[in-house]
């Protein structure tokens, strides 16, 4: 028994294998609702457990129900391929003792083995929103058979753009289906416009949300000087925090590189990930990391969503997240099941107001931290004076009513000093003191000097 349901024999083996034994929430709130069919939309956060709360109740039924339908069963759409490759792994594995067929549709791999493998028609496929669309546009899947549509990680789709693209895949589904919505929030400003247009008598469900505090993750700031200063303060992390897996978080393609480059110099094992790199060399990047060929990985956003690897106990924002969804998903990579991370971001002049929104954001402080051998001159913001005025900022010129007040005392002003001499000043007193030229007019107008005698 898994959460008050009875499974399949071979489901249950399957979850003996992996040792899990315990529902975490979300798998014990949607797993009996998903099981009766009924469309969902549940907010759940990173690390929460939600990919077996949506894989467990769709292959029960796909095991359950006879299988009298030619073509695929169930869809998954995820934002990014490393997403999609750890939730086909999880199908994998899941699916170990049955006779469930799995594919995987992404971007950066052979279209034309795709499409031989949609006419195999396997009964599960997880998929990119782009890659599908352009099978779609040439007729190759056939979803009018679809009992179940799944959504993983809903927002950061929308936030990428695929929300048309989405809708348009929908379309092509059986209408039929039951459907389910996972995102990290249900605040999103395009969850409830393309939940309205999937859903059916859904049911909501809301768990932990992106605000809620991460127990088991210990935050910390450490303000730096520079970029330069950063990597003197990310290798020195590196090295005395003594992490069995880190992820440093970049926010440029570029960067990713140079970091990666800076700390191999620095005797750490160290590979990078960003979104133009070739399939294979993602893969590949992930297989060393997951296998602990490396223990480093220097990455963009595109591994925030899609990293599922044990043992991460460190996170660095070598670069801070732009937004708090971002750092969220970022530092979510710890601290999952229950174990404890760590998440530092390193942070310069540039991005305190953005580290600020952040903690607004998620309604908590971070810890502040200092290294001593590496302290820099940057700590902060200028403090204020008495006044309650910020040192530096210039007085803001008068506007409207201000102006026009301005004037008038400025006029009350000067008649007062009718009447009253000048007062003399350093120059007026220098020009008196300057030797006087005796000039004589000549007859042209012109100005001439003087001559004795004449």
Same mark, same amino acid.
């Given at each position: 028994?898994?959460?008050?349901?009875?499974l399949d024999?071979a489901?249950? +083996?399957a979850?003996a294998?992996?040792?899990?034994?315990?529902?975490?929430?979300?798998?014990?709130?949607?797993?009996?609702?998903?099981m009766?069919k009924?469309?969902?939309l549940?907010?759940?956060?990173t690390?929460?457990?939600?990919t077996?709360?949506?894989l467990l109740?769709?292959?029960?039924?796909?095991?359950q129900?006879?299988?009298?339908?030619t073509?695929t069963?169930?869809?998954?759409?995820?934002?990014t391929?490393e997403?999609?490759q750890?939730?086909?792994g999880q199908?994998?594995?899941l699916?170990?003792?049955?006779q469930?067929t799995?594919g995987?549709v992404?971007?950066g791999?052979?279209?034309?083995?795709?499409?031989?493998?949609f006419?195999?028609n396997?009964?599960? *496929?997880?998929?990119?929103?782009?890659?599908?669309?352009?099978?779609?546009?040439?007729?190759?899947?056939?979803?009018?058979?679809?009992?179940?549509?799944?959504?993983?990680?809903a927002?950061?789709?929308?936030?990428?753009?695929?929300?048309?693209?989405?809708l348009?895949?929908?379309?092509r589904?059986?209408?039929?289906r039951?459907?389910?919505?996972?995102?990290a929030t249900l605040?999103?400003?395009?969850?409830?416009g393309?939940?309205?247009?999937?859903?059916?008598?859904?049911?909501?469900?809301?768990?932990?949300?992106v605000?809620? =505090?991460?127990?088991?993750?210990?935050?910390q700031?450490?303000?730096a000087?520079?970029?330069a200063?950063k990597r003197?303060?990310?290798?020195?992390?590196?090295?005395?925090e003594?992490?069995?897996?880190?992820l440093?978080?970049?926010?440029?393609k570029t960067?990713?590189?140079?970091?990666?480059g800076?700390?191999?110099h620095?005797?750490?094992?160290t590979a990078?990930?960003?979104?133009?790199?070739?399939q294979?060399?993602?893969t590949?990047?992930m297989?060393?990391?997951?296998?602990?060929?490396?223990?480093v990985?220097?990455?963009?956003?595109?591994?925030?969503?899609g990293i599922?690897?044990?043992?991460?106990?460190?996170?660095?924002?070598?670069?801070?997240?732009r937004?708090?969804?971002?750092?969220?998903h970022?530092?979510?990579?710890?601290?999952?099941?229950?174990e404890?991370g760590l998440a530092i971001?390193?942070?310069?002049?540039?991005?305190w107001? *953005?580290?600020?929104?952040?903690?607004?954001?998620?309604?908590?402080?971070?810890?502040?931290?200092?290294i001593?051998e590496?302290?820099?001159?940057y700590?902060?913001p +200028?403090?204020t004076k008495?006044?309650?005025?910020?040192?530096?900022?210039?007085?803001?010129?008068?506007k409207?009513?201000?102006?026009? =007040?301005?004037k &008038?005392?400025q006029r009350?002003?000067n008649?007062?000093?009718i009447?009253?001499p000048?007062?003399k000043? &350093?120059?007026?007193?220098? +020009?008196?003191?300057?030797?006087?030229?005796?000039?004589?007019?000549?007859?042209?107008?012109s100005?001439?000097p003087?001559r004795?005698?004449?």
């Open positions: 028994m898994f959460c008050d349901v009875t024999e489901l249950t +083996k979850l294998k992996l040792k899990i034994d315990k529902p975490t929430p979300v798998q014990a709130k949607t797993i009996p609702y998903a009766e009924t469309d969902l549940v907010s759940a956060a690390g929460s457990g939600k077996v709360a949506f109740p769709t292959m029960q039924q796909l095991l129900d006879s299988d009298t339908r073509g069963r169930a869809l998954i759409l995820v934002p391929r997403l999609a750890q939730i086909y199908c994998v594995a699916g170990s003792y049955t469930l799995f995987l992404i971007g791999e052979s279209f034309s083995r795709q499409k031989a493998m006419r195999r396997p009964e599960i *496929v997880i998929a990119t929103p782009g890659r599908l669309v352009a099978h779609l546009e040439n007729d190759t899947p056939f979803f009018a058979d679809l009992e179940v549509l799944i959504l993983d990680e927002d950061r789709m929308l936030d990428m753009g695929f929300s048309d693209d989405v348009a895949i929908a379309a589904c059986n209408e039929e039951q459907t389910l919505m996972f995102s605040g999103h400003s395009g969850i409830g393309v939940a309205s247009q999937l859903l059916r008598d859904s049911v909501v469900l809301t768990l932990d949300t605000r809620d =505090k991460h127990e088991h993750i210990r935050q700031i450490i303000t000087d520079d970029d200063h003197k303060i990310a290798i020195w992390l590196l090295k005395e003594k992490p069995e897996k880190a440093v978080f970049v926010n440029k960067q990713a590189d140079s970091l990666a800076h700390l191999r620095a005797q750490i094992y990078y990930l960003h979104g133009d790199m070739e294979h060399q993602r590949h990047v297989r060393r990391f997951h296998d602990g060929e490396i223990n990985l220097v990455a963009t956003d595109v591994a925030a969503r599922d690897v044990k043992g991460i106990d460190l996170v660095i924002n070598f670069d801070m997240a937004n708090g969804k971002d750092y969220v970022r530092i979510g990579r710890t601290g999952r099941a229950g404890e971001s390193l942070i310069d002049h540039n991005e107001n *953005v580290m600020n929104g952040v903690e607004r954001y998620l309604k908590q402080t971070f810890e502040r931290r200092r001593k590496l302290q820099g001159t700590t902060g +200028k403090k008495a006044s309650g005025k910020a040192v530096g900022v210039k007085k803001k010129k008068p409207g009513k201000d102006k026009a =007040k301005l &008038s005392a009350e002003r008649k007062k000093k009447g009253k000048k007062k000043t &350093s120059a007026d007193n220098d +020009k008196a003191r300057a030797p006087k030229k005796s000039m004589l007019t000549s007859g042209d107008g100005s001439a003087k004795r005698g004449v």
